[in-house]
T-cell receptor
């Protein structure tokens, strides 16, 4: 299985509701990043959280990191139609001394009008 | 600011043909990554350059794949000969790797090349 796995694989919610996606990983990390991908487009970086941080905010996004459980969550509050996209977590392994990150397979989020 | 530019956006060709994908990273970035995305395997790192030097090519599927970065503003990914199983979306991304304390800066992706091998 992969280093980073998102859960759920797909999520449909009503506009205005909050969306929560989770990411679990296996090997100790230096940092964890979340990306968004709209259909037919490249990935866009949303937020980076380092292993010594527990929570970060950016606008309507809130990311938490629990290194003891090797898991992270991405919360999107007050969802909008424009939030419909796939969301990926990516981990940078602590053991690595280079610039690589490993992507999970993503959560497909669909915001219903 | 111009982002990462990939060309072509779409490529359809017959198996056995040579395919060349091109990427122009963001000016000033010193790391460049080539990824392949499929429904089955997700986003896979193929090769990673730093300061134009290949650092890790362990993700390159086989000898039919090769990548070059002749200068800081241009990279190519070549498949020769191409096979139907190479059909995927290929992404190029760039970032600015400072030092170990600031590694893994956000990666900036192009919009990809959708490759179909018939």
């Amino acid at each position: 299985s992969q280093q980073g796995e998102e859960d759920p694989q797909a999520l449909s919610i009503q506009e205005g509701e909050n969306a929560t996606m989770n990411c679990s990983y296996k090997t100790s990390i230096n940092n964890l990043q979340w990306y968004r991908q709209n259909s037919g487009r490249g990935l866009v970086h949303l937020i980076l959280i380092r292993s010594n941080e527990r929570e970060k905010h950016s606008g309507r996004l809130r990311v938490t990191l629990d290194t003891s459980k090797k898991s992270s969550s991405l919360l999107i509050t007050a969802s909008r139609a424009a939030d419909t996209a796939s969301y990926f977590c990516a981990t940078a392994l602590e053991m690595n001394r280079d610039d690589k990150i490993i992507f999970g397979k993503g959560t497909r989020l669909h915001i219903l009008p | 600011d111009a982002g990462v530019i990939q060309s072509p956006r779409h490529e359809v060709t017959e198996m056995g043909q040579e395919v060349t994908l091109r990427c122009k990273p963001i000016s000033g970035h010193n790391s460049l990554f080539w990824y392949r995305q499929t429904m089955m395997r997700g986003l896979e790192l193929l090769i990673y350059f730093n300061n134009n030097v290949p650092i890790d090519d362990s993700g390159m599927p086989e000898d039919r794949f090769s990548a070059k970065m002749p200068n800081a503003s241009f990279s190519t990914l070549k498949i020769q000969p191409s096979e139907p199983r190479d059909s995927a979306v290929y992404f190029c991304a760039s970032s600015n790797f400072g030092d170990l304390d600031r590694r893994n800066q956000p990666q900036h992706f192009g919009d990809g090349t959708r490759l179909s091998i018939l």
